[in-house]
C-alpha cells in the first residue's frame, strides 16, 4: 500500500543528496510554557531511490526565526528549522569495497571492517583527531593481516612490509608520516585540519586497496578461471591423416589369397 505512506525530500547520505523519502514512522514532542514554546519532530525514513533508513530530527523554536517586513508595514515571521540526522550525515563516501571487508573474512575476523567504519563513523562526526588515531589503528590491523608481528615498532613494520614487497620504498616513507599523524593526535592532542585528514584517508584507502583488496581480488579471478578451466571440455585429439600416395592400411584380419 505504498500510495498511502507519506513522502518528504531529505538528505540520503548514500545517494548524497536531496531525495524522496517515505516516512516509514514519526512522532512529535512540543513544549509550551508562559516564555517559549519548542517543538521536535522525529522521523524514520527510507530513501525512495536507494532504500537507505535513517532518523531525521526537525526542531523549532519560538525563540529562533527569521522577520521581516511584508511591504505593507506587517511583521512576517519564518520559524528557523534546526536538523540533525541519525545516523550523521556521511561527509565522505565510503570505497566502494568496504562492505566486501565484512562479506570476505571468516566470522569474528572482521576487525579491520570495523575499524574502518568507526573512522568514517568518526569523520561524519566531525572528530578529526579521533580519525586520525583510528586510521593509525587501521593500518596496525591491515600489518597484521599481511603476517607482520604487532609486537613490532612502526618502523620495523614498515621495514617489513618493505622487505616483503607488500609497499615501495616512496609509499614506506608516506606511510611513516601517516602513522607519525596518528601518534600525534594519540599522545599530544593533535587536531588535523579536514584537508590533512582527507590526506590521511586517501593514503589508507590506497593501502588498503593495494595489500588487501587487490590480493583477494586476485585470488578470486583465479580460483574462477581454475574452475572454468576444469570445466571447459578437452580438445579431442586428431586422428593422423594418411599420407597422399600411401596405400590404405591392411586389416590385419585380412585374410591371404
Ligand atoms: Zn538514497
Redesign the pocket.
Known sequence: MVGDISKRKAE?S??GGE?NCYVRAEHQWRVDSEDISAHRLYQILE?A??E?TFVRVGYTNSEDYASWDDGHGNEEKEYIEHIEYLPALAKRARPEWLDSLFLSWPPGESRLYEVLDEVYKAIDAGLVMLSAVGVRTAFDVVAAKLGVDAALSFEEKLDELLSSNHIRSDERAHLAVLIEAGNAAAHRGWFPRQDELVTLIDLLERFVTQTVIEPEAAKRRDAELAAIRDGVPPKQKRLPKPKLGSEPAKSENRRGP
Open positions: 540520503c548514500t545517494c531525495r530513501c531511490g536507494c537507505h
